[in-house]
């Protein structure tokens, strides 16, 4: 469903170009993450331009087929290679992407954008920025690296935890932890100088995931 629908006001029709392939910052061993970049076609407006995976290609009448039986609208700009040059080779696109890392930054050029993304893709970033705005988060102690955790820390923590990288993706990095022996034999997973987090678990069965688009100044879900 298009943005400004759901949001139920007009946005500007600004143009963008999607690659949204996460193989330079994905985990190594997920089955089917070269075909990420085609779930980004639901977020794009026939005016955009999208980047797709080759392998998609054979089944393009079948996916359009079912965006138009469902109502979806999409673009129809498609180029099939994920070559991130495209980025900054279109006059007037914007670019979507996964993430805005330093490859992505080589063909755009806004470092102010990657400067961002850097800083608040460290989970303990994240939280010490929560801490700051006062924002309501699960106990979490932050670490510049494994070799930080004092013993008297160790003591006040409630089990069961979660062990985490303070960068990750998809997952991989993080550990639950039933008592301090687990906590111990998990650290065995990260290098020295890993900066980790451990933070308290979360009782629930419901989960908050939001997402947002940057559209001019604003933050959109």
Not at 195 to 207: A, D, N, S
Request: glycine share 6%; charged share 20%; hydrophobic share 35%.
């Amino acid at each position: 469903m298009s943005v400004a629908i759901l949001q139920s006001y007009h946005l500007p029709q600004s143009k963008h170009i999607f690659n949204h392939d996460i193989m330079n910052c994905t985990a190594e061993g997920v089955i089917g993450n070269y075909l990420y970049s085609g779930r980004a076609l639901g977020i794009t407006e026939p005016w955009d331009i999208i980047q797709l995976h080759e392998n998609l290609e054979p089944l393009w009448q079948d996916i359009t087929a079912h965006y138009q039986r469902i109502g979806l609208s999409h673009t129809e700009d498609v180029i099939w290679y994920l070559n991130l040059k495209h980025l900054g080779a279109h006059i007037g696109f914007q670019p979507s992407v996964f993430y805005y890392g330093p490859d992505e930054c080589q063909y755009w050029g806004d470092f102010e954008w990657l400067n961002t993304v850097e800083y608040i893709n460290s989970k303990n970033n994240f939280m010490q920025l929560a801490n700051e705005l006062g924002i309501d988060v699960p106990m979490t102690l932050c670490f510049d690296s494994k070799q930080d955790l004092a013993i008297d820390t160790l003591k006040n923590i409630n089990y069961p935890c979660y062990l985490k990288a303070a960068i990750s993706v998809s997952g991989v990095g993080i550990y639950r932890c039933e008592n301090k022996t687990e906590l111990f034999e998990n650290l065995r997973h990260f290098t020295t100088n890993t900066p980790i987090q451990i933070q308290e678990e979360v009782k629930t069965e419901t989960f908050l995931n939001l997402q947002y688009k940057v559209v001019g100044n604003e933050a959109v879900r």
